[in-house]
């Protein structure tokens, strides 16, 4: 596949989901993006902002196997992976696939579970594989997860733990929309009264399996010149110095920014990153990694503006 058909095709997708969900294109690029460069997307806003809608459209208009779990306290990590249940009839046991074995999972409310289920994940985000009872499993090399959540401030959530949080490459805060686009969802839901999902809105299938392998194949030649990597480092090694913060970005971070990088270069029709690609992606690869200080935290600072500036403090190669 071509760059300009990668950026064709990525256009293409967020037009589709377009269909369904109003006023979100940055999000839905980003999306495309995370799936462009194997990485994972954390979306955090208020209820009854199109998270899940958002998620069910993208799934659609890719065409993968699509599965759903709803994150509740009483929910176990069996739920997610599975479990080999007994067979009375072959007196042996049977592995029973739990909602996981998909192409793109959507980890609904995801904050709405313990620590101890959101910990079945993991492995599954990191190596796309899971354990079950000793044996190993394999999903999809597309294996991507598409999480929930409502804001921390809200009743009955937990935080995320720091390995899970590093797990996804974007945090996306999903707002809520401007006056305009408000009463483009009401004229468009507030006819509707059947079921609100993708086909509702005539989602429909813009690629395949063997697109998204071409396009992801593609991305990975864009080249990534030694000026932008240490770019990158030099932003990501800003973090861990910053008086501001307790605790920085990881490596994988800085791996995970430049990959983002290189899809975003593609979906802009370019065989080469350039520093704005890192420069727009690195509040949304860095803002859920990192903890602020107790100093931070007393005077009310802010994670989006210490990230904002630390990226603006480090100097972009020319």
């Known amino acids: 596949m071509s760059i300009e058909a990668v950026k064709t095709l990525g256009s293409t997708i967020i037009a589709e989901v377009g269909k369904a969900v109003v006023g979100q294109e940055d999000s839905v690029e980003k999306l495309v993006i995370a799936l462009f460069s194997g990485g994972h997307v954390l979306l955090e806003g208020p209820p009854g902002t199109a998270k899940t809608l958002m998620a069910q ?24 992976l599975g479990a080999n249940l007994f067979n009375f009839q072959t007196s042996s046991f049977t592995l029973t696939k739990g909602p996981i074995f998909c192409e793109l999972l959507l980890a609904d409310e995801i904050n709405r579970t313990p ?28 294996f991507t997860v598409v999480a929930t959540q409502n804001p921390i401030e809200q009743q009955g ?32 839901h507030g006819g509707l009264f059947t079921k609100i999902d993708a086909t509702s809105f005539g989602v429909e299938a813009v690629t395949d399996a063997e697109g998204i392998a071409a396009a992801i194949e593609t991305v990975s030649k864009v080249t990534l010149v030694d000026e932008i990597v240490g770019y990158i480092v030099d932003i990501v090694r800003a973090t861990r110095e910053s008086p501001d913060l307790e605790s920085g970005a990881s490596p994988r971070a800085a791996s995970l920014l430049a990959r983002a990088a290189c899809a975003r270069a593609a979906l802009h029709g370019r065989d080469y990153t350039i520093p704005d690609d890192v420069k727009l992606l690195a509040p949304s690869v860095l803002r859920h990694r990192m903890i602020l200080s107790p100093s931070a935290e007393i005077d009310g600072r802010q994670m989006d503006a210490i990230v904002d500036n630390l990226v603006e403090k480090v100097e972009a190669p020319r």
């Open 57 to 80: 459209s993208f799934a659609r208009a890719l065409n993968l196997d699509f599965g759903r779990i709803q994150f509740t306290p009483d929910l176990m990590p069996g739920d997610i």
């Open 115 to 142: 620590p101890k289920t959101q910990a079945a994940l993991l492995q599954a985000m990191q190596e796309r594989e899971i354990t079950i009872d000793g044996d190993t499993y394999g999903l999809s090399p597309r």
């Open 157 to 188: 959530v937990y935080p995320l733990p720091e390995a899970q949080l590093d797990r996804f490459l974007f945090k996306l805060a999903i707002g809520y929309p401007d006056a305009a686009e408000e009463k483009r969802i009401v004229a468009a």
